[in-house]
């Protein structure tokens, strides 16, 4: 894989900041838009925005896009109550799907139902291949029932194809403390295990485990690179190896309004040693890209990306009555 292709969205107070954006890189480091800055995709079920994007590549050549269902600028002050704790609640039970097999040329919407009356929203949604089961797990962040809808936890799910999908079960939970925003790796046959804790500490934690499943353990000093920054309000972590080998982690700034928020880089000579340093100077991007994932492409998927014409193709679904 020689180029990288970011899944994202805006945070924008309109509509049009909830979709789905592409932004390209060839080394990892330098970020460009795609489309002009504009939406390469648009929600047009559910509540008509996403949030939270994760992108996979399976093993039989399909990408699969993954999102919240969930737009502030069209229900937060109506439908949600200007209450993020109704959101929690009362949310989406499903989760937003597109699917392709060329990453431009992408599937009408479809929605995942994977929540019942004893989930609240399902949040922020990622998925790690498992080579022990050959499925994928598909796993996010809810309020339950089990514990009166209080702390979130994180819960997954199995499919082989996307479409078919297993009874939901807890993967991890914190005592005393919420936890969202699951990002999981392997290496080395190590499973890592990024989580935005909600207190205790209130940020960002790294755990390890033998198994994906099974019981992790944190690693300390990711806890002492995080305490340096001085701040907590760090969501939606995403890593990926650059082209030297090191990892870099991509965290979501939110501590102020407008201006200035966005994903901020962090590179660790190794994923194991937690000593993720805070890497500013070697990272551009054209604008605050918010909660995605990175996925590794090849030259030829980033060329072909980048030329695609996703507005006319917009267009030409919509005279078709498809989109």
Not at 1 to 19: N, R
Not at 236 to 242: E, I, S, W, Y
Not at 246 to 262: A, I, M, S, T, Y
Request: aromatic content about 14%.
């Amino acid at each position: 894989m020689d180029a990288y292709l970011f899944v994202h969205f805006k945070e924008k107070k309109t509509p049009d900041g909830e979709q789905i954006y592409f932004g390209l890189s060839t080394d990892g480091l330098n970020w460009e838009q795609v489309n002009d800055g504009n939406p390469v995709l648009w929600s047009e079920l559910g509540d008509k925005g996403v949030r939270d994007h994760t992108i996979v590549r399976t093993r039989e050549g399909k990408f699969f896009i993954i999102a919240t269902d969930l737009s502030l600028a069209n229900g937060f002050n109506t439908k949600y109550k200007s209450s993020w704790a109704s959101i929690s609640r009362e949310g989406s039970k499903c989760l937003s799907l597109w699917e392709s097999v060329d990453l431009v040329n992408w599937s009408e919407q479809r929605m995942i139902e994977l929540g019942d009356e004893d989930f609240g929203c399902l949040w922020a949604p990622d998925v790690i291949y498992d080579h022990k089961n050959d499925d994928y797990v598909l796993h996010w962040s809810s309020a339950h029932a089990s514990n009166n809808f209080g702390h979130k936890a994180i819960y997954y799910s199995r499919t082989k194809d996307f479409v078919n999908f297993s009874k939901p079960e807890m993967l991890c939970r914190k005592d005393g403390s919420g936890i969202i925003d699951s990002a999981i790796y392997e290496e080395n046959g190590t499973f890592y295990r990024f989580l935005k804790s909600e207190k205790d500490p209130e940020g960002i934690i790294l755990q390890k485990g033998n198994t994906l499943t099974g019981e992790h353990t944190r690693i300390e000093a990711f806890d002492e690179e995080m305490a340096k920054l001085g701040h907590h309000a760090y969501e939606a972590p995403t890593a990926f190896k650059v082209k030297d080998g090191r990892w870099c982690l991509l965290l979501d700034f939110f501590g102020v309004e407008g201006e200035g928020q966005g994903y901020v880089p962090f590179l660790a000579d190794d994923i194991d040693s937690g000593r993720f340093i805070r890497s500013d100077e070697s990272f551009s991007f054209p604008y605050g890209f918010k909660h995605g994932t990175v996925l590794p492409i090849t030259m030829e998927e980033y060329e072909r990306i980048k030329n695609w014409n996703f507005a006319q193709d917009r267009l030409t679904k919509q005279e078709a009555g498809i989109g």
